[in-house]
């Protein structure tokens, strides 16, 4: 739901806020064009707002997608479902499951809407697998002019909206190739982090494998998923482990955030509790986690090559700012999408996040320093410093997308501050 509180707008992690002058709460195609007619100034659309950065935020149109859901045709043979731009990632899982059909694959967050998990490049981990976009098979967009084009494979701007920030129009559905249901055996163990590093060929070949690093310690958590015989579902008891979990972590971040020089001894403590663990179920089961604990956070995707390097470099920046979240490592599949952060490259995704309540500016910037030095592509959906200029130097085809943009939308409706910033006006 759209979080508006005396008609201020707020993100989930409550970094970028607006108060825009004009809500619309569409149901309807039609609806969608209403609005893109009425709009004065800009206009931005909010999915889960799951974005760190102001992706989303306008202060004069906004347009909230809740209320635009569901599947809108599936075609089980050729695998292949059509779905409102507004859907969760959870809605449209638990819709494909009653088909018999799954997306190949996901993050570990559910709550965001298609459009937008698609729009800024969301991914999950595995080295087969790109990112979520590289799965839309189609996109229906409404232009700034009120017209609505369909793109699709063999239409030159359909790789630039595969991932556009939403900068090309107003996302209406989105066509997505899906596979058979699936299940998946998930387990989860601590091991050493050099360990960990040392052996990555072997992780690696399981079907995804991320871990985690705990900042002032040597323990990282790994986790890996094959498939598996789905064998009913993970049930009622790991969703209550997934609460209390989330309840103890955030009296832990709370107290660290009071008493910094209590960080390190938080995570050595919460790194001791840490034991194997193993659930199968189904996929739309497995992948998710609970994040009830808010958190601001920064993510770059460097060659997979350079992964072990950078994330070394890493640690000592992030346990200089006491941080007790931990380091997340990921492995994304190069594709040829213009925008994507793992464009022309197999690319490993390093995570830094801290605690809501705590300031997050300088440990973003510090970060990005050591991901500057490997030429570190940040997630569009999550903070950084980047502007036009600097990506430009980035992204191959980034010109590219900015002449396309410039066609789609000549006098800048679908523009904020924040990305006229990142993409140049």
């Not at 190949?104 to 967050?109: K, L, S, T, V, Y």
């Not at 009296?251 to 919460?270: D, H, K």
């Not at 793992?342 to 690319?347: I, V, Y």
Request: overall charge negative; hydrophobic content about 40%.
């Amino acid at each position: 739901m759209l979080r508006l509180t005396d008609g201020v707008w707020e993100n989930w992690s409550g970094s970028s806020r607006a108060r825009p002058t004009h809500v619309h709460y569409p149901e309807t195609e039609a609806d969608l064009r209403d609005a893109v007619a009425k709009a004065d100034g800009t206009l931005r659309v909010a999915g889960a707002g799951h974005s760190f950065p102001p992706v989303a935020a306008s202060d004069e149109t906004f347009v909230s997608l809740e209320r635009y859901t569901g599947l809108v045709d599936v075609d089980p043979d050729a695998r292949r479902v059509t779905v409102r731009a507004g859907t969760r990632l959870s809605t449209l899982t638990d819709a494909l499951a009653d088909h018999g059909l799954m997306l190949e694959n996901m993050g570990d967050i559910d709550e965001q809407s298609v459009a937008g998990a698609l729009s800024t490049g969301t991914h999950g981990t595995g080295t087969d697998f790109g990112v979520m976009s590289t799965q839309a098979a189609g996109m229906r967009l409404v232009t700034a002019d009120g017209d609505v084009v369909d793109l699709a494979a063999g239409d030159d701007r359909f790789p630039f909206a595969q991932v556009s920030l939403g900068t090309l129009g107003v996302v209406s559905t989105v066509t997505l190739d899906v596979v058979d249901d699936y299940g998946l055996r998930e387990r989860k163990f601590p091991a050493d982090v050099e360990d960990v590093l040392a052996n990555l060929a072997s992780h690696r070949e399981r079907r995804n494998f991320e871990f985690w690093w705990f900042p002032h310690t040597d323990t990282a958590l790994v986790k890996t998923h094959e498939r598996a015989d789905a064998g009913g579902s993970p049930g009622r008891l790991a969703a209550v482990e997934e609460r209390l979990e989330n309840l103890a972590w955030e009296g832990l971040c709370r107290a660290g955030s009071r008493l910094r020089r209590a960080s390190p001894a938080c995570n050595r403590l919460v790194a001791a509790t840490f034991s194997a663990a193993e659930r199968v179920g189904p996929a739309r089961e497995i992948f998710p986690t609970t994040r009830a604990v808010r958190f601001n956070e920064t993510e770059h995707g460097v060659a997979r090559a350079d992964a072990v390097d950078a994330f070394r470099e890493l640690r000592s920046v992030v346990e200089s700012h006491d941080v007790m979240f931990p380091v997340e490592f990921r492995d994304v599949a190069g594709d040829d999408i213009p925008l994507s952060p793992a464009t022309g490259r197999d690319s490993t995704f390093l995570a830094v996040h801290a605690y809501h309540r705590r300031e997050w500016e300088p440990l973003v910037r510090d970060a990005e320093a050591v991901l500057d030095r490997y030429d570190g592509r940040p997630h569009w959906g999550k903070h950084h410093t980047k502007t036009a200029a600097d990506l430009a130097e980035l992204y191959p085809d980034f010109d590219d997308f900015r002449e396309v943009r410039r066609e789609m939308d000549p006098g800048g409706l679908f523009l904020n501050d924040h990305l006229r910033e990142v993409l140049g006006a």
